[in-house]
Structure formats: C-alpha cells, structure tokens
C-alpha cells in the first residue's frame, strides 16, 4: 500500500492538468480508466457477494483505489485518511467482527425478504436520482484549481469544505455509517429456532433426571493418584465413574483403582473401607 500510494505521489506533476489547466493529461486518463474498472467490479462484488468477507473485501479494495485517485489529484490528505481511517481501521473491525461472530447464508436470505426488498428498491431509486443530479450539476462546474482550494494548505481546506459548506453532507454521512453499524449487528444476530431454557428450568431438568447439580468430582484417587483416567472415590470408598472425561470413557482408557494399586487388589473396587478407631492425636487435630 505505501509504495502503490509513493507511486502515485512520483506521479503528480503529470497529473495535475486538470486542476491547473482544466484539462485532463494522458496521465490521468490512463490512470483514471485503470483504476475505474477495478472499482466498478469490485462495487458489483459487494452487491452480489454470496460472503460477506467477500463483499467487505470488494469495499476495501473500492477504497484503496480511491485513496490512489486521492493522492494523484494533489489531496495527500485525503488519500492516507481514506487508508488508515477507513480502509485500515473501520473496514478491518467489520471484518474481525463477521470472522470472530460469522453469518450464515440463510440468515441473510431470510432478512431480505418480505418489506424490506421493496424498501430498498425505493431508498435506491431516491439514491440514484440523487447521483444523477449530482453529476448533471458537477458537469457544469469549472475547476477552481488547487493554488485556491490549498491556500491555507491541504488539512486546512478540506477542514474548511467539510465542516463548513457541506456539514449537513458530514453528519448524514455519520448517520449512515451509524446505520452500517447498526446493520452489522442485525446481520450477526441469529434467531433462535426454540425457546431459550433458563437457568433454573435446566436445573430442574438435571434434577429430575437424577444428574448432579454441583461440579463433578476430579477424577484420580485421594492421596493416592491423581490420574486423569482413575476415577476418584467418593466418601464411601466407591469409585466415581462420571468423574472420568467422557472422551475417556468412550475410548476405554479408563482405569480401576486396583490396576493404579496393585497391592489393593481388583477387590478394592467397589468395596467400603473397613471402620477404625480414631486415637486421640487425631481427635486433637
């Protein structure tokens, strides 16, 4: 990305006709109907992507040619707070976020239907017309040169046409990449096919089915072993089976206590130690 932008920059004084003379250089031309196509193609990208990755990835590369184009107009500013504002940071959280959440195809399917593909043909016509205005009304308009627009320098006068002759343009902007947000969000959220079970209701379930309620035992033998494929022994001496992993379990790797102890003997399984006399030092303790 720096050296396509340095590029760019290397090409300026080819490419600045148009804004000093009001005429377009071979330069420009051919750098304008490079990056044109591959903008278009990857603004279809977003539109008809079966991935969102993918339609988030067209946008990128849609910005970074239009850094470039920045760049080549004489606008350093514009150009490298469209890669590091917009490419570089909020394109790159949209992606993290639909790679870490995901979204499922259907789920993207179903939401477009019903009301909201008329809504969205309707905002997009309104869009259209707008752009078509706008273009009609640019045509017309003779370059007022960079020596002009740049006077106070490149930050100060794109300040100055930002937040002063097009501030109701910026907030709408605003309000729309709120929306894009808020959009993201709707996008990631699954809807649940059955009901949620709460807490208390899965506790009762456990209960009925006779399943324990507090954490199962670690497996391994008291003061004896702590393997993971013993089961651990509960206060009568009985071995624990459920505080085996499962994994375990399944693939027969478990172990009785009479096999980590030889000298127990196969009989120590299942059998309750036998009752002895506590003496008076233990008593102390």
Do not use: K
Not at 258 to 279: K, M, N, Q, W
Request: charged content about 15%; aromatic content about 4%.
């Amino acid at each position: 990305m720096t050296t396509l932008l340095a590029s760019a920059g290397a090409a300026l004084p080819v490419l600045t006709s148009l804004a000093e003379t009001g005429r377009t250089s071979t330069g420009e031309e051919v750098l304008f109907w490079c990056l044109a196509p591959v903008m278009v193609i990857a603004a279809l990208g977003l539109v008809f992507a079966r991935r969102t990755v993918y339609a988030a990835m067209s946008v990128v590369l849609v910005m970074i040619c239009l850094a470039v184009l920045y760049v080549a107009q004489e606008a350093p500013f514009l150009g490298v707070v469209q890669v590091i504002v917009y490419t570089g940071a909020v394109m790159m959280l949209f992606l993290f976020v639909l790679m870490l959440v995901g979204v499922d195809a259907a789920d993207t399917f179903t939401d477009a239907l019903g009301a909201h593909r008329w809504i969205s043909a309707v905002l997009g016509v309104g869009l259209g017309a707008v752009l078509v205005s706008v273009v009609l009304t640019a045509a017309d308009l003779a370059p007022s040169g960079l020596a002009a627009a740049n006077a106070d320098g490149n930050p100060v006068g794109v300040a100055r046409i930002v937040f002063g002759d097009f501030v109701v343009t910026l907030e709408v902007v605003g309000i729309l990449l709120v929306t894009a947000a808020v959009g993201a969000i709707v996008l990631t959220h699954r809807e649940r096919l059955v009901r949620r079970v709460r807490q208390r209701e899965r506790a009762d379930a456990r209960v009925a089915a006779g399943e324990t309620l507090t954490p199962l035992p670690a497996p391994g033998v008291y003061a004896r072993s702590n393997a993971m494929d013993v089961a651990a022994l509960g206060p009568g001496g009985r071995p624990l089976e459920h505080s085996v992993p499962r994994v375990l379990r399944v693939r027969g790797q478990e172990r009785s206590v009479g096999e980590v102890h030889a000298h127990l003997g196969p009989e120590a399984v299942g059998s309750t130690p036998p009752e002895r006399a506590i003496t008076g030092e233990e008593q102390v303790r």
